[in-house]
C-alpha cells in the first residue's frame, strides 16, 4: 500500500513570497490533516479535513494560510504572504476514520513532509 | 488546553532496555500513540494502546499505561542503534480523532 505522497520535499523561499504544498493521502483516507513542526517541538494540527469539509482548522492562521481539500482526495496548504516563523516543517497525514470513540480507524499515517526555509 | 510532556534526551547502551516516559492532563483521552521520527523523515506509527489497557506488547515494544497518574511510557527491549530517533507520546483530545503531541525524546544508542 502506496503512503502518503508530499511535495517538494525542500522548499527555500524569502519573506512575503508565496509558497504551496501538496499532499496525496492513502487511498480510500477520508481524513486528511496538515501540521506543522517546528525544530525542536512535536506536531501542531493546522487543519483537519473530512471528505472535503473542514473539521478543525482552529490553529491554522487565516490571515496567511489557506489549505483546500478538492474532491475529497488530495490538498493543497498554501502560505500566502511567508514570515520568518513560518520556517519549520509541514506534515501531511491520513486516517481512514472517523470514529466517534476514537480508535484505530482514526490512527494517523505521516508523510516524509516539506522542509519550509524562510530567508 | 490538553498537555502532553516528554523527557527531552536518553543515552542508552546497545542490548539494553530504553524506557521512555509520558504524561498528559486529559483524562478522557482515548487513544495513545507512540511514534517515530528519524532525521528527514516523516513519523511512523510504532504502536498505540486504548485507555481501558494497561499493558500492549508488540515484539521489542512494551506500551504501560497508568490511567491514574495519567502516565505512559514505552519500553524498548534490546536497543540497537536503529532505534537512534525522536520518540513522540501523542493522545487523543476529542471524537475527530484530534492529536496532542508531546515535545519528543531524543535517544541515542552507543555501542
Known amino acids: 500500500e502506496a503512503g502518503v505522497a508530499q511535495s517538494p520535499r525542500y522548499k527555500i523561499i524569502e519573506k512575503r513570497q508565496s509558497v504551496a504544498f501538496w499532499c496525496n493521502p492513502i487511498?480510500?483516507?477520508?481524513?486528511l490533516y496538515w501540521y506543522q513542526q517546528i525544530l525542536g517541538q512535536g506536531p501542531k494540527l493546522l487543519i483537519q479535513?473530512?471528505?472535503?469539509?473542514?473539521?478543525?482548522d482552529s490553529q491554522l492562521p487565516k490571515d496567511r494560510f489557506s489549505a483546500e481539500r478538492l474532491k475529497g482526495v488530495d490538498s493543497t496548504l498554501k502560505i500566502q504572504p511567508a514570515k520568518l516563523e513560518d520556517s519549520a516543517v509541514y506534515l501531511c497525514a491520513s486516517s481512514p476514520g472517523p470514529s466517534l470513540a476514537g480508535g484505530p480507524r482514526d490512527t494517523q499515517y505521516f508523510g516524509p513532509g516539506t522542509r519550509l526555509t524562510v530567508l | 488546553g490538553e498537555d502532553v510532556e516528554q523527557s527531552l534526551f536518553l543515552s542508552v547502551r546497545e542490548g539494553d532496555s530504553s524506557v521512555i516516559n509520558c504524561t498528559y492532563t486529559d483524562s478522557s483521552s482515548t487513544y495513545l500513540y507512540w511514534y517515530k521520527q528519524e532525521p528527514g523523515a516523516g513519523l511512523q506509527l510504532l504502536t498505540y494502546?486504548?485507555?481501558?489497557?494497561d499493558m500492549k506488547q508488540d515484539q521489542r515494544l512494551t506500551v504501560l499505561l497508568n490511567k491514574k497518574d495519567k502516565h505512559l511510557s514505552l519500553r524498548i527491549a534490546d536497543t540497537q542503534t536503529g532505534d537512534s530517533a525522536i520518540y513522540f507520546c501523542a493522545v487523543t483530545t476529542d471524537s475527530w480523532g484530534k492529536l496532542q503531541f508531546g515535545a519528543g525524546t531524543q535517544v541515542v544508542v552507543t555501542p
Open positions: 479535513f473530512q471528505n472535503n469539509g473542514v473539521v478543525d
Open positions: 487511498s480510500g483516507h477520508a481524513t
Open positions: 494502546i486504548f485507555s481501558n489497557m
